[in-house]
């Protein structure tokens, strides 16, 4: 799955993990530029994708570069509703420092 994949290094991401014969799911917020970079990946790769759209369920930005909201999590093969909790990026990503 890439996400982000409607446009800039989320979508050239999915172009070349199809071109190296990956099958991709493509996860973003804007479903017509999710359709315009599956239509790429048919002409450039020869392969068909998955589409995912990607919505916040809560108030606000999820990601704003101050907190990470999460309002999903991934369990037994189905998307799970959770309460939102808010992190700081560092924390889960790592510092810059």
């Known amino acids: 799955m890439v996400t982000g994949a409607s446009r800039g290094i989320g979508k050239a991401c999915a172009l070349e993990l199809a071109k190296a014969g990956a099958k991709v799911a493509l996860a973003a917020r804007q479903v ?23 919505e916040a369920l809560g108030p606000g930005v999820c990601h704003n570069g101050y907190e990470s909201c999460f309002y999903r999590r991934l369990e037994g093969g189905r998307w799970v509703e959770s309460e939102a909790r808010t992190y700081d990026p560092a924390a889960v990503y790592g510092s810059k420092e």
């Open 32 to 54: 017509e530029k999710l359709e315009e970079t599956a239509a790429e990946i048919r002409i450039h790769a020869y392969r068909d994708a998955v589409l995912v759209k990607v």
